[in-house]
């Protein structure tokens, strides 16, 4: 008996966690993980999807300071968030009712919302977002980044989520991965026209402002393929690209995907 003890404790301390990590726990950031095949991971006592050969992905929301917590098979680990300093953006010159739309416009607004939040909603068993993106403009100025506060004509408005690419209008623009098309639409509000890809387990990019669209919903769409050109559509000063990704709900920082942080 007592040597059995011996052996269950050994076995028991040498246990370890089988996760591994792509990406760094700090507010905005894409993570992308790796456990063994069949087991089971919780974060934040949430279960996530797990791909046959162990893969999984999730993102850290722009404003989270709670740390994390990881749980894989009943074993927590806790993972500290770093915080980011954002930068204030101002912008003048849009046209009143884009800065403040008219109570007309309202309905139409929500009804937009909706569809764009139902995209991001989707959840498939795509692994897309395990392979390298791509910058989906070429020699574009950056002129707008995740995070920063954007004043609208003096007035306080919320976050800028995106990464914005200056170029001028017509500009071809690249799928930055694979991905099935699952929203597109010409003209949007404030987004212009946009597209959303689903590139699996709850990952998402969102193109929009664009001038032409050449993709429609269901599409199976290859990295580097041509998918629309540079616009100023919807709410927009000038020709430019603004894209975003997601985890589900949770608005991540483009640049951490596109390696020019």
């Known amino acids: 008996m007592f040597r059995l003890l011996i052996i269950i404790a050994i076995f028991f301390s040498t ?57 894989e098979n009943n074993k927590n680990i806790v993972k500290k968030i ?19 739309p008219p109570e007309e416009f309202y309905a139409r607004i929500k009804k ?6 139902d995209a991001r909603e989707i959840e498939s068993d795509l692994q897309f977002f395990r392979e390298k993106f791509i910058l989906p403009v070429d020699d574009a100025i950056i002129t707008g980044v995740y995070g920063s506060q954007r004043i609208l004509n003096g007035i306080p408005k919320w976050p800028h989520y995106g990464l914005d690419f200056a170029q001028k209008k017509g500009t071809p623009i690249k799928a930055m991965n694979s ?53 100023s559509s919807g709410r927009s000063t000038g020709p430019h690209l603004d894209v975003r990704l997601n985890w589900f709900g949770a608005r991540l920082d483009p640049a951490t995907i596109l390696n020019i942080q």
């Open 112 to 117: 937009e919302n909706k569809l764009i939040a």
């Open 82 to 100: 770093k915080k980011r300093k954002y930068d204030i953006q101002r912008i003048e010159g849009l046209p009143k009712k884009k800065v403040t």
């Open 179 to 231: 991905g099935i098309v699952t929203l597109a639409e010409k003209d949007l509000f404030y987004t212009g026209a946009t597209l959303i890809f689903d590139h699996g387990h709850g990952i998402s990019t969102l193109y929009m402002h664009m001038d032409k669209i050449f993709v429609n919903v269901g599409d199976h769409v290859k990295k580097g393929d041509i998918i629309a050109t540079v616009g």
């Open 15 to 71: 246990q370890s966690f089988a996760l591994e990590f792509q990406g760094k726990f700090i507010q905005g950031h894409f993570i992308i993980g790796k456990t063994d095949p069949g087991n089971s991971v919780l974060l934040d006592k949430k279960r996530i999807k797990i791909s046959k050969d162990g893969y999984f992905a999730f993102g850290i929301g722009k404003d989270r300071k709670l740390d994390i917590t990881i749980t």
